[in-house]
């Protein structure tokens, strides 16, 4: 009879034992519980503040993926070749094309009519680190049928140096080269290659006395009007019709936009969007 209470008694402290053992394991899940409870309310606490500025970028690249693919549906002409050119680039096609003249710089948008008249189609030119380049380019557009492209190599412009120099001009003109604003000043070169000594007047009747000496002056100098009037000092003068413009812009231009960009900034766009609706 005492054998058997005896074992009674040890199998009550082996129970025993083991309840405690639960109580403790219990104990310590729980804590940890807790601690991962917290650590969930603060990350979710930091995600609400995180939300407001995630919606404001979700809505800018939205914006700016809609404004990309606007760009490019609407490239025309010197754009849309430039756009081929520098997709090929990405690509590993093609190396050394900087991009449309046009679109590497900007000017105040009050001259837009007078530098897309002036200038014109020389604005379309592609303009290419050197000879080599343009070479290359040509090979791929006749490669690919792409077309005729004009270019500009960036390393022979060399001769412009005093030319471009801040010079006064008769009754203070302007002149369309010194408002532009060039995306690299290695460029500034080129854009006065397309725009020269070419100045800007209010009207016509000042465009004509600055062009044909009529002040007082000695020097003659091509003028275009805000309105996109020409007088040339050889004594020729045209205007009316449709106004030019486009040709540039007072708001730097995206170049290069490829269908691998628009993917890639609308997967962001897309992961952004999962994150914020968690």
Known sequence: LFEIERGRLEQKERDLKHAVGCFEATKGNLSELKEQHLAAEQDLASK??????????????????????????????????????????????????????????????????????????????????????AKSVIDYLNQHQLGRANMLALDKQTNYGHHMQPKQFPENLPRLFDLIKPREERFAPAFYHVTRDTLVANEIDQADRVAFARNGGHQRFRVVTLEGSICDPSGSMSGGGKKQTGKMSSKPVETGITDEMLQTLDAEIREKWTLESK
């Open 48 to 133: 609400k503040q995180q939300l407001p500025g995630l919606r404001e970028e979700i809505g800018r690249q939205r914006l700016k993926l809609q404004g990309l693919r606007n760009t490019k549906e609407r490239a025309q002409g010197g754009r849309r070749l430039a756009n081929a050119l520098m997709e090929a680039q990405a690509k590993g096609k093609l190396s050394g094309v900087l991009g449309r003249i046009g679109d590497l710089g900007t000017i105040p948008d009050k001259y837009d009519c007078a530098i897309s008249t002036a200038a014109g189609s020389r604005l379309d030119m592609i303009l290419v680190e050197d000879i080599r380049t």
